[in-house]
């Protein structure tokens, strides 16, 4: 499989009273077909049985033969098959014939894969890997060892006919089969100064989930986010404990400087005991220790009405002000 497709996408945006245009040649996704076969892989937490066959049945829907091994799902504890198992499982989706692999859930165990993938020779086809949550630390793998270009999105558990209507879901269909090919983030809150100066700056975008990004400190696939747009977002983690997180990786250097930008997305269900949620204010007192540009508001995450796909390792651009803007290419 060939990655190597170039669009020119071509942008025109004010700057300080002024009109300019650039062309970026951006590197895209080879887009699925219909009759492609995708492998669904459980590299993390199990899900019920239900939620996989909603999921299949949605692949099957838009045209694509989904493919599950034999026994996937055989709950260990917290992980949705023992750890033998589920590298088996994805070292067969990365040589088999398949177009895409698509992730059942998130949860945790995904990093504990990583060692023994650490271990193998790149293949020579590339394919869209799809996940989030837990699955940022497959995306940092593919990305980072194996230079593969790959997609944040919703995992299989949440996809079903009844919710193919919805926006995020029915973009993340676009998307794969190469009817859209870029998706303009609108409305992004600057949060320090840098972020409110109108400007245009282009990287790749790398990052995921934040609990997932601090484990990979001093690990053999620690983010590398230097000359990167890096996204992050959480759920669950109470104000002090994303402050904490952010500490910890501006002291272990991984986001102090050459950064090109930070972006936020969804912070979901930290409420403090009283009901308050400190997450805002944490999030704005450490945007104004960096000189880099940090912004507010993908729609992206674990956010209860939507969770929009992003694209790692392929060039995006953000244009910062008042009114941020983030453009991905697929």
């Known amino acids: 499989m060939n990655f190597q497709h170039v669009h020119v996408l071509t942008l025109n945006i004010k700057s300080r009273g002024t009109s300019t245009s650039t062309e970026l040649k951006i590197k895209t996704f080879t887009y699925l077909r219909p009759g492609d076969t995708v492998d669904v892989i459980a590299p993390a937490s199990y899900s019920e049985l239900h939620k996989l066959q909603q999921g299949c049945q949605w692949l099957k829907s838009i045209g694509l033969i989904p493919r599950v091994p034999p026994g996937m799902v055989r709950p260990d504890a917290y992980f949705a098959a023992p750890l033998q198992a589920q590298l088996e499982q994805i070292k067969d989706a990365v040589h088999s014939d398949s177009k895409a692999i698509w992730c059942l859930r998130g949860g945790y165990g995904s990093m504990r894969l ?6 193998m020779k790149v293949p020579k086809n590339k394919k869209i890997f799809l996940g989030f949550s837990d699955i940022t630390a497959l995306h940092l793998f593919f990305t980072q060892a194996w230079n593969w270009p790959t997609i944040h999105g919703r995992n299989i558990c949440q996809m079903s006919k009844e919710l193919s209507r919805h926006p995020d879901r029915r973009l993340l269909k676009d998307i794969l089969f190469g009817t859209v090919r870029s998706k303009l983030y ?9 972020a409110r100066e109108v400007s245009r700056l282009t990287g790749k975008l790398t990052g995921g989930n934040l609990r997932i990004l601090q484990s990979s400190v001093k690990t053999g696939w620690e983010l590398r986010a230097r000359n990167k747009i890096l996204f992050l977002e959480d759920v669950s983690e109470r104000g002090y404990s994303v402050d904490r997180m952010l500490e910890q990786m501006i002291q272990a250097r991984l986001i102090h400087k ?12 930290g409420l403090e005991i009283d009901g308050k949620d400190l997450t805002p204010l944490v999030l704005k007192r450490f945007a104004q220790q960096v000189e880099y540009p940090v912004l507010r508001g993908l729609p992206c995450g674990h956010g209860l009405r939507w969770n929009y796909p992003l694209p790692f390792n392929t060039q995006c651009e953000l244009v910062t002000g008042p009114r941020g803007q983030l453009r991905c290419s697929f």
Not at 114 to 119: A, G
Not at 186 to 194: C, D, I, T
Not at 258 to 269: C, D, N, P, R
């Open 114 to 119: 990583i060692p023994e993938l650490l271990k």
């Open 186 to 194: 609108s409305n992004l809150v600057p949060l320090n100064a840098s």
């Open 258 to 269: 050459g950064l090109k930008a930070i972006v936020f997305g969804e912070f979901t269900e």
